[in-house]
């Protein structure tokens, strides 16, 4: 019997032989289940998160004495496209981009009421801003805040537009009102997001500059004597 044809199960005692189309057929599997198994790796830890959460800041505190000026804050009221909790950057006249990576880290109209309630206390100054709740004999006089617009655009200038009403503690008078357009220049959000949260920042100070002088004067018209 004639044995030169069939193939041989060892070459050696304990070493298999890998026919040629066996060898060529591996040697095209093992980098693919290599690579394989380095995705499977790579899948498995855990993804490193890009998201950052932001506030906004009040303006440094000054030691500047102290007022007695009470003041009542009423609950700030924001338009529906700044409920999202991503940033808004305006795009145009009739678009909003939302930063998906960049997220308040309190509700907005929350972390506007906070500011503002701080920075009244220190521009005024006063130690007694009262927030949403309080009796009609605590307060001077009360104010409301309703804003139309608050955002950053691609080039990185802020806008507040914001009306405001200060009526006598109970709601009963109209003391002073009002409509604040204010701008700010600032460093673009593509440049980083904590520079477009300090623009805004900045302009919930400057709208606290405008609301504290008129608190003054309404204050000082309810203290003037009434002529006859």
């Known amino acids: 019997m004639n044995t030169t044809d069939k193939p041989h199960v060892l070459d050696a005692p304990g070493c298999f032989k890998i026919r040629p189309r066996a060898r060529a057929l591996l040697t095209i599997l093992c980098p693919i289940m290599l690579g394989l198994g380095l995705t499977a790796c790579s899948m498995l830890k855990p993804a490193k998160s890009t998201t950052r959460y932001y506030v906004l800041t009040p303006v440094a505190a000054t030691p500047s004495g102290s007022g007695s000026l009470a003041v009542g804050l009423g609950q700030v009221k924001l338009p529906a496209y700044l409920f999202n909790t991503s940033l808004a950057v305006r795009k145009g006249t009739n678009e909003v981009e ?31 801003v009262r927030l949403s709740a309080w009796q009609r004999a605590d307060v001077a006089a009360e104010l409301y805040v309703t804003v139309e617009q608050f955002d950053v655009d ?17 709601g009963e008078k109209v003391l002073k009102a009002g409509v604040s357009h204010l701008s700010r220049q600032g460093p673009p959000p593509d440049a980083g997001v904590s520079g477009a949260v300090a623009t805004l920042s900045e ?16 204050a000082s018209s309810q203290s003037a004597p009434v002529s006859k």
């Open 98 to 128: 939302y930063l998906e990576s960049a997220l308040w880290a309190e509700r907005l109209d929350a972390s506007f009421q906070r500011v503002l309630a701080a920075n009244l206390a220190t521009v005024l100054p006063t130690e007694q």
């Open 154 to 170: 691609a080039s990185g200038r802020g806008v507040l537009i914001a009306q405001w009403r200060i009526l006598s503690p109970g």
């Open 203 to 218: 302009l919930v100070a400057d709208l606290s500059r405008q609301l504290a002088q008129a608190l003054r004067e309404s």
